[in-house]
Nanobody, 125 residues
Framework: QVQLAESGGGLVQAGGSLRLSCAAS????????MGWFRQAPGKEREFVAA????????LYADSVKGRFTISRDNAKKMVYLQMYSLKPEDTAVYYC??????????????????WGQGTQVTVSS
């Protein structure tokens, strides 16, 4: 079992930056691929970024590519999402998720069994 807790959300102006953190407890993270997802009011939960179990492979949604960076520190059981050049359309609740490592990163949220409670990111124009 993996427990996840996000932090770092907040209110920021367009063009600003935030760093989200995801702290894991319970089992080790080192054999889990990690993902960040977001959900805006009235919209489906959508994939943002994923990183494989050793941090050697990453994947991003086209909407955030070049602006967001996912990283991890397995020794600290932490995963991060650094967000730059934020836009109002980035406003959402951001969730950290985990799944046992498989070949190839997964973007479908239904394939992630472990989730945090989410952290709100609001970008004002």
């Amino acid at each position: 079992q993996v427990q996840l807790a996000e932090s770092g959300g907040g209110l920021v102006q367009a063009g600003g930056s935030l760093r989200l953190s995801c702290a894991a407890s319970g089992r080790t993270l080192s054999n889990h691929d990690m993902g960040w997802f977001r959900q805006a009011p009235g919209k489906e939960r959508e994939f943002v970024a994923a990183i494989n179990w050793i941090g050697g492979s990453t994947l991003y949604a086209d909407s955030v590519k070049g602006r967001f960076t996912i990283s991890r520190d397995n020794a600290k059981k932490m995963v991060y999402l650094q967000m730059y050049s934020l836009k109002p359309e980035d406003t959402a609740v951001y969730y950290c998720a985990a799944r046992r490592h498989t070949l190839g990163l997964v973007t479908n949220h239904n394939n992630y069994p472990y989730w945090g409670q989410g952290t709100q990111v609001t970008v004002s124009s």
